[in-house]
């Protein structure tokens, strides 16, 4: 199985702020990347696919970038409503792994 | 627009087996174009993936449940299934119904709302 390691697990930043997560995967996986935002409650829901490419609808603050096996997901500038809990899933392989989470939360 | 509900028993007992059915509206599941899949988050904890299917009944398997899972679909009630069976308290998550549009990469763009199984006796 292809491990994907998300670094911070934890972030605590302030509204206006930059912020960008790093999910590592344990071998090369192209860009057969994506990011999921989950709230509370809710399911997730997809942000960026294709390691760069945003999905309809998506606020243009949120983006996706990939350097060999290392993909980022990067929030310009964090709003109220962006406060959630991150997760990547590589899609180059059975089975479709999922990194551990990376949980955004306000200072 | 599409939707996806799951629905099922929310308790089961140790040893016994899981079943939950996803139900899809405003789509169809014989389309070619699409994967059919499922997946859980035990509570405070991240997601898994468990496994998916196709309309024609091809199916793939997280390895680590392989051997308790089996993913079927109906596509005269529009309707895929999952169950696992000798389920223990680590099997207790909410259970998540989705789908993948078929192509190399592609990730989950619908969600069901999700339901949760507890296993307790």
């Known amino acids: 199985d292809i491990q994907l390691t998300q670094s911070p697990s934890f972030l605590s930043a302030s509204v206006g702020d930059r912020v960008t997560i790093t999910c590592r995967a344990s071998q090369g996986i192209s860009s057969y990347l994506a990011w999921y935002q989950q709230k509370p409650g809710k399911a997730p829901k997809l942000l960026i696919y294709?390691?760069?490419t945003l999905q309809s609808g998506v606020p243009s603050r949120f983006s996706g970038s990939a350097s060999g096996t290392e993909f980022t997901l990067t929030i310009s500038s964090l709003q109220p409503e962006d406060f959630a809990t991150y997760y990547c899933q590589q899609l180059n392989s059975y089975p479709h792994t999922f990194g551990q989470g990376t949980k955004l939360e306000i200072k | 627009q599409l939707q996806l509900q799951e629905s099922g028993p929310g308790l089961v007992k140790p040893s016994e087996t899981l079943s939950l059915t996803c139900t899809v509206s405003?789509?169809?599941?014989?389309?070619?174009?699409?994967?059919w899949g499922w997946i859980r988050q035990p509570p405070g904890k991240g997601l898994e993936w468990i496994g998916s299917?196709?309309?024609?009944?091809?199916?793939y398997y997280s390895p680590s449940l392989k051997s308790r899972v089996t993913i079927s679909v109906d596509t005269s009630k529009n309707q895929f299934s999952l169950k696992l069976s000798s389920v223990t308290a680590a099997d207790t998550a909410v259970y998540y119904c989705?789908?993948?549009?078929?192509?190399?990469?592609?990730?989950?763009?619908?969600w069901g709302q999700g339901t949760l199984v507890t296993v307790s006796s």
């Open positions: 989705a789908r993948r549009v078929v192509g190399f990469g592609s990730p989950i763009d619908y």
């Open positions: 294709a390691a760069s």
């Open positions: 299917i196709y309309y024609s009944g091809s199916t």
């Open positions: 405003g789509g169809s599941m014989s389309s070619t174009n699409y994967y």
